[in-house]
């Protein structure tokens, strides 16, 4: 028997700003709740398996790296794709690339992804 990831669950300083951030870079419905949180989940196009996203508001702001980041893949064109994330919000962030990996990696409102 093995696992998989069901959910991940994120801590965020600004639940409206990131509800509107994850829920259009996924294409996710949301159901947002009176207790400062909202689920995030594939509408009826995606796959079933792919995994809910869990926003609950914290009203701090983060500290330190963030030791889990989210590597995600386009169905088009990458960069295509980076800069509709950036017309969402995300910003270009400079990690040590030096130009020659395969990937961007651009930062959402308030946390770091990948983008493969």
């Not at 991940?8 to 996710?28: K, N, R």
């Not at 980041?69 to 040590?96: C, I, K, M, N, S």
Request: hydrophobic residues 40%.
């Amino acid at each position: 028997m093995v696992v998989r990831i069901a959910q991940c669950t994120i801590d965020v300083e600004d639940l409206d700003v990131m509800v509107a951030f994850w829920s259009a870079a996924l294409g996710y419905e949301v159901l947002q709740g009176d207790d400062g949180s909202a689920k995030l989940w594939p509408s009826g196009q995606l796959p079933n398996a792919a995994p809910t996203v869990w926003l609950q508001g914290s009203g701090t702001a983060k500290r330190g790296k963030n030791r889990l980041h989210l590597d995600l893949v386009a169905d088009a064109d990458p960069q295509t794709e980076v800069r509709r994330l950036v017309g969402l919000g995300a910003r270009p962030v400079d990690v040590g690339q030096t130009g020659t990996e395969g990937f961007t990696v651009p930062a959402e409102p308030l946390l770091p992804v990948t983008w493969r």
